[in-house]
């Protein structure tokens, strides 16, 4: 990559970044309204110690928080360090992604994957302009309610129908339009394989598994699937391997460190997010490897 290249790839990322901090801040409301049935958009956010509507110079992300020294304009009770992190990191993770699309997935998306390398620049038509940006929506999309559910799984070992479902909807229109304005029925192919292939075998572990897989679990695994199977075959492999082994890794280490028993309940989200984010990033080219030592490939 050239040094224009280069630096249109930083001032993508900053201003995804920043993108991201915004969402980062809306996604700590989601986190604590959604699963206890509240809305999202009324009433204002609130100081949940004196009930002080929060003001907008009050609520610049992670600045906020700084200038306050992490407690309340008003009473000055302690504000959870967890607000500021969770803003950062949507940043960090809106910018990431960005750089993955400029890098790897924004000329059009091939027959395969979309593991080629190129940018946007040097896209030969404007439907496949229009479909990269699209792809790049889906894919911050995905980031978002990965932060949102992995958190509120966390808290609560629930996956709410409510951001669960409608990324059925989201992700699969914008991929799917994606691979039209492409052409590439391959990833289209992939992409419902994928959610099908997930979601039953997820379904299959809830029915002989039922106290360690939830259907919330189930109906993760077809999103995910989407994103996965869209990427190409390596990520969606990898991705649902990824799940378990990392999730593996986690119980074995709360075991070891006597923090859960062999009954105790471990959500499960969390690491299909994370496990389906290695397929994303590198599941093209750990599969690849993995054919390549094997000598089939």
């Known amino acids: 990559m050239d040094a224009g290249l280069t630096s249109l790839t930083v001032v993508l990322a900053a201003f995804i970044g920043v993108l991201g901090l915004l969402i980062g801040s809306f996604l700590n409301v989601v986190v604590y309204r959604v699963p206890a049935g509240m809305s ?3 009433p204002p956010s609130a100081c949940p110690g004196c009930g002080s509507e929060i003001k907008a110079y009050d609520n610049v992300p992670v600045l906020s928080w700084l200038a306050l020294r992490g407690k309340c304009r008003s009473c000055h009770e302690p504000i959870s360090a967890r607000y500021p992190l969770v803003e950062a990191g949507v940043g960090v993770f809106f910018a990431v992604v960005a750089v993955w699309w400029w890098v790897a997935a924004a000329p059009a998306v091939s027959t ?7 940018s946007i620049i040097g896209v030969s038509s404007t439907s496949e302009t229009v479909a ?14 990965s932060v949102s559910l992995a958190l509120i799984d966390l808290d609560t070992h629930k996956l709410p129908n409510a951001i669960v479902l409608p990324s059925y909807l989201v992700g699969g229109v914008l991929l799917a339009a994606a691979g039209i304005l492409n052409g590439d029925i391959d990833a ?4 419902a394989v994928g959610m099908a292939a997930l979601w039953a075998a997820y379904f299959l572990l809830a029915m002989l598994y039922p106290g360690g897989m939830g259907f ?25 391997f990824a799940a378990f082994f990392l999730g593996g890794i986690y119980a074995i280490a709360l ?17 299909m997010l994370a496990g389906a984010w290695v397929g994303i990033f590198a599941g093209n080219t750990l599969w690849t490897s993995y054919l390549s030592l094997l000598g089939v490939a």
């Open 40 to 42: 999202i958009v009324s």
């Open 112 to 118: 395969s994957s979309i593991a080629g390398v190129g």
């Open 132 to 145: 990269s940006v699209l792809i790049l929506v889906a894919f911050l999309w995905l980031a978002g309610v």
């Open 188 to 191: 289209l192919i992939r992409a």
């Open 216 to 240: 919330g679990d189930v109906k993760l695994a077809g999103v995910l699937g989407i994103y996965l199977g869209f990427v190409g075959w390596g990520a969606l492999l990898v991705g649902a």
């Open 255 to 271: 075991l070891l460190s006597k923090k859960a028993g062999r009954k105790s309940g471990i959500p499960f989200g969390p690491w």
